[in-house]
């Protein structure tokens, strides 16, 4: 059973940092593209960073140079390390995962949908 339990959320003021993970279990995650999506209130979901199997890396323009995404193998877990936090990142994260290595395509270019999604984790950032 394919489970991806994201923890790390939190409440922090603006220019403050949050390590967000994501454990996952019953698949072979080192072969999968794993990503972050964040959904705001009344906002659409919207991707935030990608890694595919062999180390590649997509991130949105509003994650560049403040989210760094990676994954230990090993650990079977995906981080998003965030820094100089926002207001406006506020959302709830959500960690996702697919066998099919397009991190680019689902999040640069908003296209398709990833097959296996985790709850959520709320993030929520004060002025």
């Known amino acids: 059973q394919v489970q991806l339990v994201e923890s790390g959320g939190g409440s922090v003021q603006a220019g403050g940092s949050l390590r967000l993970s994501c454990a996952v279990s019953g698949f072979t995650y080192a072969t999968y593209c794993m990503a972050w999506f964040r959904q705001a209130l009344g906002k659409e979901r919207e991707g935030v960073a990608g890694i595919d199997s062999d180390g590649s890396i997509s991130y949105a323009d509003s994650a560049k140079g403040r989210f760094t995404i990676s994954k230990d193998n090993a650990k079977n877990t995906l981080y998003l390390q965030m820094n100089s936090l926002k207001p406006e990142d506020t959302a709830m994260y959500y960690c996702?995962?697919?066998?099919?290595?397009?991190?680019?395509?689902?999040?640069?270019?908003?296209?398709?949908?990833?097959?296996?999604w985790g709850k959520g984790t709320p993030v929520t950032i004060s002025s």
């Open positions: 996702a995962a697919d066998p099919r290595n397009l991190a680019d395509m689902y999040i640069r270019r908003n296209v398709g949908t990833m097959d296996y």
